[in-house]
Nanobody, 125 residues
Framework: QVQLVESGGASVQAGGSLRLSCTAS????????LGWFRQAPGREREGVAD???????TYADSVKGRFTISQDNAKNTLYLQMNSVKPEDNAMYYC???????????????????WGQGTQVTVSS
């Protein structure tokens, strides 16, 4: 059973930076896809970025050039470096994992079987 635990959410002013972490356990095989999703109050969940075991990453247009997804395999940890944050980045951020598959390239939440509990990012203007 794959378990995901997010951390790093905080309150930050617009223009600032934040790094989210997601520690994974229970799976060491290949291939896999790990992703970050977010959901703001009253809005649908949306994909932010994902990365697979081959290192291929995909970003939502809204975060390209500002956010960077990365992974440290030795620590079984996924990161999301968030720079130049905007008020519209305000949301609950979730880590997700899909096993025995590469990422689909479309930030499709349907391929992910495992989800973390989320970490809140609050951006003030």
């Amino acid at each position: 059973q794959v378990q995901l635990v997010e951390s790093g959410g905080a309150s930050v002013q617009a223009g600032g930076s934040l790094r989210l972490s997601c520690t994974a356990s229970g799976y060491t095989g290949r291939p896999y896809c790990l992703g970050w999703f977010r959901q703001a109050p009253g809005r649908e969940r949306e994909g932010v970025a994902d990365i697979d075991s081959a290192g291929s990453a995909t970003y939502a247009d809204s975060v390209k050039g500002r956010f960077t997804i990365s992974q440290d395999n030795a620590k079984n940890t996924l990161y999301l470096q968030m720079n130049s944050v905007k008020p519209e980045d305000n949301a609950m951020y979730y880590c997700a994992a899909a096993v025995w598959t590469y990422c689909s390239g479309g930030l499709n939440p349907k391929i992910f079987s495992y989800w973390g509990q989320g970490t809140q990012v609050t951006v003030s203007s």
